[in-house]
Antibody
Framework: QVQLVQSGTEVKKPGASVKVSCKAS????????ITWLRQALGQGLEWMGW????????????NYAQKFQGRVTLTTDTSTSTAYMELRSLTSDDTAVYFC??????????WGQGTLLTVSS | DIQMTQSPSSVSASVGDRVTITCRAS??????LAWYQHIPGKAPKLLIY???TLQSGVPSRFSGSGSGTDFTLTISSLQPEDFATYYC?????????FGGGTRVEIK
């Protein structure tokens, strides 16, 4: 069965970077894209970006929300069926649960369990 | 970017009630609209995609309708496990965008 398993809880200081992983199984990794989203406490779901797992973050195969442009990088490792989300220059506003999800065209069918990121000095 | 506006932001209802949530897109998105249920501490769950197609395994009390800019999610008879927050999301174009969410609370 399809599974997305994310890396564990992270605690970072302001200004630092974080890299969250999302290991996929149960389907052909390169057939679909991976979406990254987050939810801060008390806030709604926020779409961060999408990456095609077919050929990773080569030009034209990623899409980012304007809000995160220049601060987030999505990558994939097809040898391990793993997607990564790196977020830089962290502030307390980045404290949130981060999710990866498998995008089957027009829907997010399967989700990772979420990764809690806390940014605090 | 396409803006998605949900209403109401919260609703109080009792078990057995019919609940309707609306979602409006700032431009025509055809039927590229999905609905998700989110219970705190869990991953969001896909309920409806293509505006009206019920995801496999989702109870038939959930239904979706609409096209263009106006969409509706209906829960025909609210069950205890349905108390959650519901989000619409457009999949017509990048960046994907979500509505602000509708919290369904126990009356």
């Amino acid at each position: 069965q399809v599974q997305l398993v994310q890396s564990g809880t992270e605690v970072k200081k302001p200004g630092a970077s974080v890299k969250v992983s999302c290991k996929a199984s149960g389907y052909t990794f390169t057939s679909y894209g991976i979406t990254w989203l987050r939810q801060a406490l008390g806030q709604g779901l926020e779409w961060m970006g999408w990456i095609s797992a077919y050929n990773g973050n080569t030009n034209g195969n990623t899409n980012y929300a304007q809000k995160f442009q220049g601060r987030v990088t999505l990558t994939t490792d097809t040898s391990t069926s793993t997607a990564y989300m790196e977020l830089r220059s962290l502030t307390s506003d980045d404290t949130a649960v981060y999710f990866c999800a498998l995008e089957l065209g027009i829907r997010l069918d399967y989700w990772g369990q979420g990764t809690l990121l806390t940014v605090s000095s | 970017d396409i803006q998605m506006t949900q209403s109401p932001s919260s609703v109080s209802a009792s078990v057995g009630d019919r609940v309707t949530i609306t979602c409006r897109a700032s431009q025509d998105i055809s039927t590229y609209l999905a609905w998700y249920q989110h219970i705190p501490g869990k991953a969001p769950k896909l309920l409806i995609y293509g505006a009206s197609t019920l995801q496999s395994g989702v109870p038939s009390r959930f239904s979706g309708s609409g096209s263009g800019t106006d969409f509706t999610l209906t829960i025909s008879s609210l069950q205890p496990e349905d108390f959650a927050t519901y989000y619409c999301q457009q999949a017509n174009s990048f960046p994907r965008t979500f509505g602000g969410g509708t919290r369904v609370e126990i009356k």
